[in-house]
T-cell receptor, first 112, second 111 residues
Framework: EAQVTQNPRYLITVTGKKLTVTCSQN?????MSWYRQDPGLGLRQIYY???????DKGDVPEGYKVSRKEKRNFPLILESPSPNQTSLYFC???????????FGSGTRLTVV | SQQGEEDPQALSIQEGENATMNCSYK?????LQWYRQNSGRGLVHLIL?????REKHSGRLRVTLDTSKKSSSLLITASRAADTASYFC???????????FGAGTRLTVKP
């Protein structure tokens, strides 16, 4: 089944403790993105990647890192999480820029 | 910053009625897409309309695009309770960024 898989689905962590949210797609898509969703703000893009080893900042990249060492994987790294990073995170992929996205199921992160 | 803005923020209708949601955007676009999100879940792609298209259909969905007004509308005909969800428009523009999403319209279809 064609899908984008995110893990974990839920995560509660403490301020400053490094964490990684994994994202993997099995559709050979070139484009991958990370978004965060907050009430009233819609989805805001954190980082995106056009292909392996090519990443760029979105609207809200501060406090996040990404890497794209393999085409299928696009992990999101929070080096030192803070409470304002409490949010619902989505990974998404598409074959090329501008195509319809396939979204993962989301990761609900709480930083206390 | 957001590109698309949906209107209304919330819409409540009876089953069988039509639902219309609007999206306005600010800059020139390559295409505009509509997505559905059931509560807290991942978004599902519904339909894509390119900047040189004016109207597109998919099942009970009809999307229009007016590039002169920088606006789009999504019409769901003969709505069902299962259509209850949030609907988002997203634009692919010429900016360095990838797809940009609006804040969404929350649709409630009452049985």
């Amino acid at each position: 089944e064609a899908q984008v898989t995110q893990n974990p689905r839920y995560l509660i962590t403490v301020t400053g403790k490094k964490l990684t949210v994994t994202c993997s797609q099995n559709m050979n898509h070139e484009y991958m993105s990370w978004y965060r969703q907050d009430p009233g703000l819609g989805l805001r893009q954190i980082y995106y990647s056009m292909n392996v080893e090519v990443t760029d900042k979105g609207d809200v990249p501060e406090g996040y890192k990404v890497s794209r060492k393999e085409k299928r994987n696009f992990p999101l790294i929070l080096e030192s999480p803070s409470p304002n990073q409490t949010s619902l995170y989505f990974c998404a992929s598409s074959f090329r820029r501008g195509d319809g996205y396939t979204f993962g199921s989301g990761t609900r992160l709480t930083v206390v | 910053s957001q590109q698309g803005e949906e209107d209304p923020q919330a819409l409540s209708i009876q089953e069988g009625e039509n639902a219309t949601m609007n999206c306005s955007y600010k800059t020139s676009i390559n295409n505009l897409q509509w997505y559905r999100q059931n509560s807290g879940r991942g978004l599902v792609h519904l339909i894509l309309i390119r900047s040189n298209e004016r109207e597109k259909h998919s099942g009970r969905l009809r999307v229009t695009l007016d590039t002169s007004k920088k606006s789009s509308s999504l019409l769901i005909t003969a709505s069902r309770a299962a259509d209850t969800a949030s609907y988002f428009c997203a634009t692919d523009d010429a900016s360095p960024y990838d797809m940009r999403f609006g804040a969404g319209t929350r649709l409630t279809v009452k049985p």
